[in-house]
Antibody, heavy 119, light 108 residues
Framework: EVQLVESGGGLVQPGGSLRLSCAAS????????MNWVRQAPGKGLEWVSY????????YYADSVKGRFTISRDNAKNSLYLQMNSLRAEDTAVYYC????????????WGQGTPVTVSS | SYVLTQPPSVSVAPGKTARIPCGGN??????VHWYQQKPGQAPVLVIS???DRPSGIPERFSGSNSGNTATLTISRVEAGDEADYYC???????????FGTGTKVTVL
């Protein structure tokens, strides 16, 4: 069974940093592209970042480029999101999402980890 | 950047048909995917590549895509279909994934 479990969320002050993790199991993690998607309270889904299966290709949404860094450790079956210079508008539930093989949609999602940026 | 526009809400009586539009410039030239999200839960894929249903998704869910509008159709609507629905595409010009603004489906 495919499982994606996010962790690392919490309360952080504006300008602070946070590192999110996503532990993957039930599939060959190193063969799949992965993404982070977020959802602000009461708002819609917003794609945040993409990383290829080997980590050689990375994309970011304009809203986080230069502040967030996506990475992965295939030996540990884990995906990460380093978030720096956090702003109030980064407050959201952050989901880890697997990209279907050679497709451009998300076939499995984690349950999300909440991030609150507030003083 | 590419924008996908959905109506904020759609209301439908049980047993009737709900149609959820997703508007985008020449969206008919892109592949559109649809997700269902119930309160407090992660999104679930209900339609991929305009009109492909993943395993486990009822035949009542279907999609179409042409011109500037893609549409998710839910036939014989049930109370359990009440949820938020999002369209999504890959925008190759910006290397960005794009989600629609989302539509809340209310079953009367």
């Amino acid at each position: 069974e495919v499982q994606l479990v996010e962790s690392g969320g919490g309360l952080v002050q504006p300008g602070g940093s946070l590192r999110l993790s996503c532990a993957a199991s039930g599939f060959s993690f190193s063969s799949y592209e992965m993404n982070w998607v977020r959802q602000a309270p009461g708002k819609g889904l917003e794609w945040v970042s993409y990383i290829s299966s080997r980590g050689s290709t990375i994309y970011y949404a304009d809203s986080v480029k230069g502040r967030f860094t996506i990475s992965r450790d295939n030996a540990k079956n884990s995906l990460y999101l380093q978030m720096n210079s956090l702003r109030a508008e980064d407050t959201a539930v952050y989901y880890c999402a697997r990209e279907a093989s050679a497709k451009d949609y998300f076939d499995y999602w984690g349950q999300g980890t909440p991030v609150t940026v507030s003083s | 950047s590419y924008v996908l526009t959905q109506p904020p809400s759609v209301s439908v009586a049980p047993g009737k048909t709900a149609r959820i539009p997703c508007g985008g410039n020449n969206i008919g030239t892109k592949s559109v995917h649809w997700y269902q999200q119930k309160p407090g839960q992660a999104p679930v894929l209900v339609i991929s590549y305009d009109n492909d249903r993943p395993s486990g998704i009822p035949e009542r869910f279907s999609g179409s895509n042409s011109g500037n509008t893609a549409t998710l159709t839910i036939s014989r609507v049930e109370a359990g279909d009440e949820a938020d629905y999002y369209c999504q595409v890959w925008d190759s010009s910006s290397d960005h994934y794009v989600f629609g603004t989302g539509t809340k489906v209310t079953v009367l």
